[in-house]
């Protein structure tokens, strides 16, 4: 079963593609890395068997410093307890909100 996961973007003038406020899913297959990037957080992934060199990844524009969303997603891909989705909820700090995100493909050779 595929799982996926889920967060809450507050919208707002990010630079991001996405910048409707919303419930958004994304699908968790293939995690390479989740990392501080560009506007905040990017998260990796493989486009899986036969697209070998095809990496892609989303990336989520944030209102404070990005350090404690990496944790929190780092944390909850390596507690994954399996099901449809997982959700994102910050906590920390108390202003900290996703406020875009962006989806892009690049082909390393």
Same mark, same amino acid.
């Given at each position: ?24 899913? !994304?699908? =968790?297959?293939?995690? @390479?890395?989740?990392?501080? /990037? #560009?506007?905040?957080?990017? *998260? ?26 990496? !944790?929190? =997603?780092?944390?909850? @891909?390596?507690?994954?307890? /399996? #099901?449809?989705?997982?959700? *994102? ?21």
């Amino acid at each position: 079963m595929k799982e996926f996961l889920k967060f809450e973007s507050v919208g707002g003038s990010a630079s991001a593609d996405v910048k409707t406020a919303g419930t958004y899913y !994304i699908p =968790l297959d293939n995690i @390479l890395i989740c990392e501080t /990037g #560009g506007n905040g957080v990017r *998260l990796w992934q493989c486009d899986g068997p036969g697209q070998l060199g095809v990496v892609r990844y989303y990336e989520f524009e944030t209102t404070e410093d990005p350090t404690d969303l990496v !944790i929190a =997603l780092n944390q909850l @891909l390596a507690a994954n307890p /399996g #099901g449809k989705s997982i959700e *994102l909820q910050i906590t920390s700090p108390a202003n900290q909100s996703i406020i875009g995100w962006s989806f892009t493909g690049v082909a390393i050779i």
